[in-house]
């Protein structure tokens, strides 16, 4: 039996947009769940969207939409969103599902009963503007709003309370025990100095508002965000229901990790495990916080510094990309900067140059020496090849010890050791010399062979990490998949290799400039996030087939009498002459169409528009700039278009 590995993204609020900074977490943990799979565990991989709380029916209230339907659009545009960046997550949960609710109220009803949970009053700090409580010690010099500086003013409000305080000993003494329980170091030692401090019993219930989860018992209190949130943990897998079998598989397993940004750390390494410990579940996960992406000017935000969303760099880059600079260029327990020139330079030196380079110019070579063809050499080895050997054996060790301990910049940067080896090996062999001896030929094929699984190797280990590249890289150097794996990392593993007779450069070189300042504009605000087509469903051919579209001739043309946008057309579709209302105003004038032969839905249910009769629709096509019907000019009203 595989050994299990669950891991969890933080759930994500659904303010607004999700930047490049929590884009960060999603793609870490796709990594590591990708890499765990790879080395045999059996993985899961939890992410979702955490959607009650004052501040989201707040937004909803000035879109002038319920929460609810507010939630369920940011919920759709995330699980977009991951599906575009291929996120290998293998449930999405919501804490407005049902299946949260009802967990979130037992464990509430639970911990009530027993005790931990009880009445009392909240004192806090209440700033009108930002509509949110602060406490004592939140709170910015003269009692002001931390976040706005304004006035706030003392409130008192009945609310139930976690007690903390019981299990503070209980918890610093499984921090003392488990001593990688809370990675990096630094953030451990931050936690323990916390706690230490004493902790305050937490309030964990509101009456200001509406849009939570109620508490069963009382409901004129809505569960606090901290308990809702954190038990997605587990309600996601049937904890405390009668179908909990993944709970049992993957809780009780081998490895849970939970990955969070630092700001989060004390709800996770404090508030979470006193839950646990409270209703009596194991502690069964590792927590690992990481640092923040920030911009030049300070934090990621509309106002301060700009903003970077991964659609920007989707769009004018590529999904490998994105992925390689979030990895790489945050360093592991500390923060790091996006910067566009930053950015730039990661693509063109380490993927277009180093990398991508090495493996046209080995496919270039192997076609050109041997005619695409080679095999693992009889030549005795030297001490380049060796060394070249030794580096590949000595990189798989760093990256899996860099893997296993979650310091994902660390495992490229050793990955990248290996690929500048492996071009100073073709510095230091000279191939094009070689092959201007026929004697030399066994050496020269000897030489290739070494590029060629030096290649595979970097492939294999890239694999969680770039999602196009690794594959393209196999397919060009004819990799089949059994030679894809972990467990064929060894070198000489594969003995023949047949590449591609034309090798396409895995990653075009970047003009500076350019793309410098068009992610400058980006940030600036200047140009527009342009956000990704949603994905179309697929259709089968049979759903294409019921529409009948046919050609049809426009015979008159008039504006519609009660909708500037909209004109009223009379088309003949070949043995009968029809009403359309199209909504194409804006870009074609009245006397523009009459003559023209378009492409008509033919059979359309008739609607009314505006009160005036549409028999079907008429074809067209946009961009940003134009619409433009689509005509036909050699076919015949009533030609069917299939
Ligand atoms: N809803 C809570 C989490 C509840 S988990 C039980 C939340 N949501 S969030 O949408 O505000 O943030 C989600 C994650 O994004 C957090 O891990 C946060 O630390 C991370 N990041 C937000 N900005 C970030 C950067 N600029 N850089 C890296 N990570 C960042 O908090």
């Not at 230091?428 to 070494?450: F, G, I, R």
């Not at 003995?495 to 504009?521: A, G, W």
Request: charged share 25%.
């Amino acid at each position: 039996m595989s050994k299990t590995f669950y891991i969890t993204t933080p759930i994500y609020y659904p303010s607004g947009n999700l930047h490049i900074g929590n884009t960060y977490t999603t793609v870490l943990c796709d990594t590591l769940k990708r890499y765990k799979h790879e080395r045999g565990y059996d993985a899961f991989y939890l992410t979702g969207m955490d959607e009650h709380g004052k501040k989201i029916e707040t937004v909803a209230n000035e879109r002038g939409v319920p929460p609810i339907e507010h939630v369920d659009a940011l919920a759709e545009a995330t699980r977009e969103l991951w599906d575009n960046l291929k996120i290998d997550y293998d449930d999405f949960i919501r804490t407005t599902e049902k299946r949260h609710k009802s967990v979130v109220q037992k464990i509430f009803e639970r911990l009530l009963e027993q005790g931990d949970i009880y009445l009392g009053t909240y004192k806090g700090y209440y700033c009108m503007p930002c509509e949110s409580f602060y406490t004592d010690t939140q709170l910015a010099d003269n009692h002001t709003c931390p976040d706005c500086g304004r006035e706030t003013t003392q409130l008192e409000e009945e609310s139930y309370f976690l007690r903390l305080s019981k299990y503070q000993k209980k918890l610093l003494h499984y921090i003392e025990a488990h001593p990688d329980f809370i990675t990096p170091e630094t953030r451990k030692n931050e936690v323990v100095s916390f706690i230490k401090q004493g902790l305050n019993d937490l309030s964990v219930s509101r009456t200001t508002f509406d849009w939570g989860i109620k508490v069963v018992s009382n409901p004129k209190h809505v569960v606090y965000v901290w308990i809702d949130a954190l038990s997605n943990y587990i309600s996601a897998l049937g904890y405390g229901t009668d179908n909990d079998k993944r709970f049992q598989k993957y809780w009780h397993g081998d490895e849970v990790l939970h990955v969070v940004g630092k700001d989060i750390l004390r709800f996770h390494a404090i508030y979470w495990p006193i839950m646990l410990m409270a209703l009596d579940v194991p502690i069964t996960f590792k927590l690992h916080a990481h640092g923040f992406y920030m911009m030049k000017d300070g934090k990621m935000s509309k106002s301060k510094g700009g903003v970077i969303y991964p659609e920007t760099i989707l769009t004018h880059y590529g999904l490998d990309e994105l992925r390689y600079f979030l990895l790489r260029e945050l360093p592991y327990g500390l923060d790091g900067l996006f910067t566009p020139e930053a950015f730039v330079e990661r693509i063109n030196f380490d993927l277009a140059n180093d990398f991508g380079n090495l493996l046209n110019r080995t496919i270039a070579m192997i076609n050109k020496y041997f005619d695409g063809e080679i095999a693992s050499p009889s030549e005795p080895l030297d001490d380049i090849d060796q060394d070249l050997r030794e580096t590949v054996t000595d990189v798989i060790r760093a990256y899996k010890e860099n893997m296993n301990t979650l310091k994902v910049s660390q495992a490229l940067q050793d990955l990248w050791r290996l690929v500048s080896r492996t071009n100073k090996y073709i510095d230091e062999t000279m191939p094009w010399a070689l092959a201007k001896d026929e004697a030399q030929k066994p050496t020269l094929e000897k030489v290739l062979y070494h590029l060629a699984e030096s290649l595979r190797h970097i492939g294999v280990m890239l694999k969680p990490i770039l999602l196009n590249a690794a594959p393209a890289l196999f397919n060009q150097l004819g990799v089949e998949d059994e030679h894809t794996t972990w467990q064929s990392l060894s070198f000489g593993e594969k003995k023949h290799y047949h590449v591609t007779p034309k090798p396409t450069p895995l990653f075009p070189r970047l003009d500076v400039e350019v793309e410098v300042k068009k992610l400058r504009d980006e940030i600036a605000g200047k140009t527009q996030v342009k956000p990704l087509e949603p994905k179309p469903d697929t259709v089968s051919i049979d759903d294409f087939s019921k529409m009948h579209i046919v050609v049809a001739e426009i015979k008159t043309c008039e504006p519609h009498p009660d909708a500037d946008k909209l004109l009223v057309i009379t088309v003949d579709v070949g043995n009968q002459t029809k009403q359309i209302v199209a909504g194409i105003a804006e870009h074609y004038s009245p006397d523009d169409l009459p003559g023209k032969r378009v492409l008509v839905i033919n059979n359309l249910k008739p609607v009314k528009l505006r009160g005036v009769k549409s028999e079907g629709m008429l074809l067209a096509g946009s961009n940003k700039e134009r619409l433009e019907v689509i005509e036909s000019h050699a076919l015949k009203p009533g030609d069917r278009v299939k």
